[in-house]
């Protein structure tokens, strides 16, 4: 299949420029296309076929329920059997925006969109392109990340480009996404309302409009041994991992450099090249390997924006091994540590218990 490549300005374009490929998702194609937190590979969530192409192309497992994207908080009635109140105030709050609700899916929802699920997950992204898009194609938008299952989530067209192309009708090219991670994600179907997965929306934001939410186990996770079922069932399996084994090193900022460096010059000695992941504060600090600067540790969004790309990256350089920072102690660090753990498969080395970086 030939796909094609179609050049958004974000900034500044007319709905006429997106009429082909809302034409596409209405007639059961796939499209993929910029938001803030990540690309997502579109279909239309009402038709099953386009819900199984979308599988077929990124060779997901079919367990693994799709997020239902919209562009008018209306479609809640549509989507869902029954909207508690805490749904509006949260969309009040956050919508449009990155945060994914789960609700109890209506009889309209095929569960070939939902992995076989009786509840439904449903965003309304604040993306400009993201919304024109819903909206001029009339339907709701099934869209997981845009990227091969198991690979790092896609920020930009190139990463989407190298994953999918050929497999799927057409990909927006609208530039990066602003955010980088993928949506917050909170279950409503329980007595409390859980996180499932973490993301820009943080917990305490979330508890000034719910009151009390809540955790599941598996967010928190630090160890591949606790043997914790995620209830997204997406969050169970490995992903976003580079080519190369990924280590987490943590401890004070200086024993971190001075650990990556000597491991550098032992891998150098046996002819490997080892892959950093470092910051902008830290990265003149590394005297061999090949370094990557993810962000700016005085700027944790910059972090989450650059860390798919950034994992992304390794793969073209040869590295044989990888070594990152930690990030455990900025605002968006529940977040990105989940990411980055997961890329990790949990690997970490503790160099101190006292943690600086
Ligand atoms: P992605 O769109 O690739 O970011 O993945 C969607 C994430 O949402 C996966 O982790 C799914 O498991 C999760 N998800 C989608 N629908 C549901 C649902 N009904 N219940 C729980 N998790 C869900
Ligand atoms: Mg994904």
Redesign the pocket.
Known sequence: MKTEIVKINRAQFEDFELFSAAERLRVGGLVAFPTET?Y?LGGNAFDETAAARIYAAKGRPSD????VHIADTEALTELAAEVPEAAYRLAEAFWPGPL?M?LK?SDKVPKAT??G?N???IRMPADEIASALIRLSGVYVA???ANASGRP?TTKAEHVIEDLDGKIDMIIDGGASEIGL??T?V?LTGEVPLI??PGYINAEQLAEVLGEVRFDEAVLKRSASENIVA?????KYRHYAPKAPLYIVEGKSDEVIRYINAEAVKNAAEGRITGILATEETKKNYTGGMVFCVGERANAASIAAGLFDTLRSFDETGVSVIYSESFADNPLGTAIMNRLLKAAGYHIIQLKQDEDI
């Open positions: 990540v997502g693994n329920p799709l997020i994914t789960i899916k939902t992995g699920l509840t439904v997950a869209a997981p990340s989530s993928e949506s994600i279950d499932l997965r209830k997204a069932p997406g969050m």
